[in-house]
């Protein structure tokens, strides 16, 4: 009789760390308190946490920050936000690491002053905080940004190297949007083979089209990672003056790919549902290098509109493999290989995106194990299929949790099973 064994090696990673010390910050700055987080930044060491005391009635601190030291910026009170209001500028240095956990930002940006220096990268984590009105912006060289947990209304997320992961991103006109996007994942000055993940996000889209329009929800122009794109719900609504023929929408916007075969990138499992732009895009390969390898599956695109649409455009460029895609619209310039369901009947709830009973797409995916769902049965089409399902990421809460596990899909007999888990802790 065989025996199967197993050495599992879990790895762990909390974006809390050991501090060197804790300062705090009150309005009055009582109790050896700060009575601003600036002066609490300017007292403070690498390696030091700054805890800051909610005004009440939720007030904010009115000040323009700038964090150049290793902190952490959170709140003492389990459940509630600390407030602010301006915008937060972020000065790198090698292996810099700030993390700001559980902010409300009334109106302000999260920004970097420039390209970090070569070396072990700048990383920012900013997680389970609220953007009311302001965009994160790392359109720069050598960090790693960690966007986790976070409600940005009006804003964006622009970044060359890090994460995406489980927020909710909203917007009513493209001027609240960098390049029009909801997410910009860029070129980064260091090339590596790593692999950035974009999973679990909400993208809504509130308004209705009245003028000559640009929307591209997840833009994806880095030709130095590759990418993994996956349970994003996409979702437009409203309507579309079609006396502007130059609307255009994309849930899904490839520029660019890394041009190597040492990787694959993954478009898999995502919901993209539109109803007002004249041209209406699900997944669009712009451009697509020679040697770069996309695996389209699992997508569940409904596209209503009044002008042209299209499920999946590709290009002739490298290798496009889209199996198991469901629509109600065809594909252009890019060939079905017999999986791909494009009069789908699959229907969604558009408030939470989940799939209306009766529909094809239900078990209607990748018939292959490892792209199960949760319940091990055969994948459902969309945001919530597969393992990385949208309900593992909302609704987002104030507590601490692992939100990120990374673990192969199978695993040979007596091999090694490595679990990568990504957490924070308020």
């Given at each position: 009789?065989?025996?199967?064994?197993?050495?599992?090696?879990?790895?762990?990673?909390?974006?809390?760390?050991?501090?060197?010390?804790?300062?705090?910050?009150?309005?009055?700055?009582?109790?050896?308190?700060?009575?601003?987080?600036?002066?609490?930044?300017?007292?403070?060491?690498?390696?030091?946490?700054?805890?800051?005391?909610?005004?009440?009635?939720?007030?904010?601190?009115?000040?323009?920050?700038?964090?150049?030291?290793?902190?952490?910026?959170?709140?003492?009170?389990?459940?509630?936000?600390?407030?602010?209001?301006?915008?937060?500028?972020?000065?790198?240095?090698?292996?810099?690491?700030?993390?700001?956990?559980?902010?409300?930002?009334?109106?302000?940006?999260?920004?970097?002053?420039?390209?970090?220096?070569?070396?072990?990268?700048?990383?920012?984590?900013?997680?389970?905080?609220?953007?009311?009105?302001?965009?994160?912006?790392?359109?720069?060289?050598?960090?790693?940004?960690?966007?986790?947990?976070?409600?940005?209304?009006?804003?964006?997320?622009?970044?060359?190297?890090?994460?995406?992961?489980?927020?909710?991103?909203?917007?009513?006109?493209?001027?609240?949007?960098?390049?029009?996007?909801?997410?910009?994942?860029?070129?980064?000055?260091?090339?590596?083979?790593?692999?950035?993940?974009?999973?679990?996000?909400?993208?809504?889209?509130?308004?209705?089209?009245?003028?000559?329009?640009?929307?591209?929800?997840?833009?994806?122009?880095?030709?130095?990672?590759?990418?993994?794109?996956?349970?994003?719900?996409?979702?437009?609504?409203?309507?579309?003056?079609?006396t502007y023929s130059s609307n255009y929408f994309s849930g899904i916007f490839v520029n660019t790919a890394k041009n190597s075969s040492l990787g694959q990138n993954f478009i898999l499992n995502n919901t993209i549902y539109s109803s007002n732009p004249y041209y209406v895009y699900g997944i669009y390969f712009y451009g697509h290098a020679a040697n770069a390898y996309t695996n389209v599956l699992n997508n569940l695109i409904i596209l209503i509109s009044n002008g042209y649409n299209s499920s999946i455009i590709g290009n002739s460029s490298g290798i496009i493999a889209a199996s198991y895609n469901y629509s109600n619209v065809g594909f252009s310039s890019l060939?079905?290989?017999?999986?791909?369901?494009?009069?789908?009947?699959?229907?969604?709830?558009?408030?939470?995106?989940?799939?209306?009973?009766?529909?094809?797409?239900?078990?209607?995916?990748?018939?292959?194990?490892?792209?199960?769902?949760?319940?091990?049965?055969?994948?459902?089409?969309?945001?919530?299929?597969?393992?990385?399902?949208?309900?593992?990421?909302?609704?987002?809460?104030?507590?601490?949790?692992?939100?990120?596990?990374?673990?192969?899909?199978?695993?040979?007999?007596?091999?090694?099973?490595?679990?990568?888990?990504?957490?924070?802790?308020?």
């Open positions: 009789m065989k025996k199967l064994f197993f050495v599992l090696i879990v790895f762990s990673l909390s974006f809390g760390q050991i501090f060197s010390a804790d300062l705090c910050v009150n309005e009055s700055g009582s109790g050896g308190c700060y009575a601003s987080i600036a002066a609490a930044l300017a007292a403070a060491n690498d390696g030091d946490r700054i805890i800051i005391q909610p005004k009440a009635g939720g007030v904010p601190y009115v000040e323009n920050i700038t964090i150049n030291k290793s902190v952490q910026l959170l709140s003492n009170t389990e459940g509630t936000f600390w407030v602010m209001q301006g915008d937060i500028t972020i000065t790198p240095a090698v292996g810099r690491k700030i993390s700001i956990l559980h902010m409300r930002n009334i109106v302000g940006n999260i920004s970097a002053a420039s390209n970090s220096p070569a070396g072990t990268r700048c990383e920012v984590n900013i997680m389970n905080c609220k953007l009311d009105d302001g965009n994160i912006n790392f359109n720069y060289d050598n960090f790693n940004v960690n966007i986790v947990s976070n409600v940005i209304e009006d804003g964006s997320v622009v970044l060359r190297f890090g994460n995406v992961i489980g927020n909710e991103i909203n917007a009513n006109n493209t001027s609240d949007l960098t390049s029009s996007a909801f997410i910009l994942l860029n070129s980064d000055g260091i090339s590596t083979n790593d692999t950035l993940y974009i999973v679990g996000n909400k993208i809504r889209y509130l308004s209705s089209i009245t003028g000559s329009e640009t929307i591209r929800c997840i833009y994806l122009s880095s030709s130095s990672h590759f990418f993994y794109v996956a349970n994003n719900l996409i979702v437009t609504t409203g309507t579309s003056n079609t060939s079905n290989n017999g999986t791909n369901n494009l009069t789908s009947n699959t229907t969604i709830n558009t408030a939470t995106g989940t799939l209306n009973t009766g529909s094809d797409g239900i078990n209607g995916g990748y018939p292959d194990p490892v792209y199960y769902d949760l319940d091990l049965t055969v994948n459902d089409v969309g945001a919530y299929g597969g393992s990385y399902s949208l309900n593992n990421f909302h609704p987002i809460t104030g507590s601490a949790r692992v939100y990120f596990v990374k673990a192969p899909r199978t695993v040979l007999q007596s091999g090694t099973l490595n679990i990568r888990a990504e957490s924070f802790d308020r």
